[in-house]
């Protein structure tokens, strides 16, 4: 009977200790005000039940001449509220943009580190946030991009 409750609390305990991290949005469709501006905002969430420190690196989406999609690192054009942060546990962190690039499209990767422990292995998580800035309300430059690239 002992075995057996303790075999239920282990599968209790662990599974929420585990990681219990996410993005949200995944993709943002923005556009550029009148003085060239575009801004936005997205969250990290953590679910687990220990803190959370992520930190944010931002590549520009692109593509060449066949259509095959680059990821180039930069920090031209687009500016972050933060750069990294600490999520406490079962909380969220609220990370805001600026970007003065029209027709640009962004990939901010979070890496999540302490998110997940297995065995003494620690397991650093990379998520990312698309940002896609077109010059127009209502144009969609995922669409275009996705076009030209003939992703699914």
Known sequence: MRLLLVTMMFAIVVPSSQAQIGISSLVTETHANKKGLAQGEFTITNGSISPVATVLEIKRLGHDDQG?????????????????????????????????????????????????????????????????????????????????????
């Open 68 to 152: 095959k999609v680059t990821l180039t690192p930069t920090t031209e054009g687009i500016r972050l509220s933060e750069t990294s942060a600490r999520i406490g546990p079962r909380s969220s962190h609220v990370f805001a943009f600026e970007t003065n690039c029209v027709d640009c499209a962004f990939i901010v990767f979070t890496s999540n580190s302490d998110a997940l422990q297995l065995a003494g292995l620690r397991v650093q998580l990379r998520l990312g946030h698309t940002i896609y800035v077109s010059a127009k309300k209502g144009e969609s430059l995922r669409r275009k991009f996705t076009t030209e690239t003939k992703i699914q």
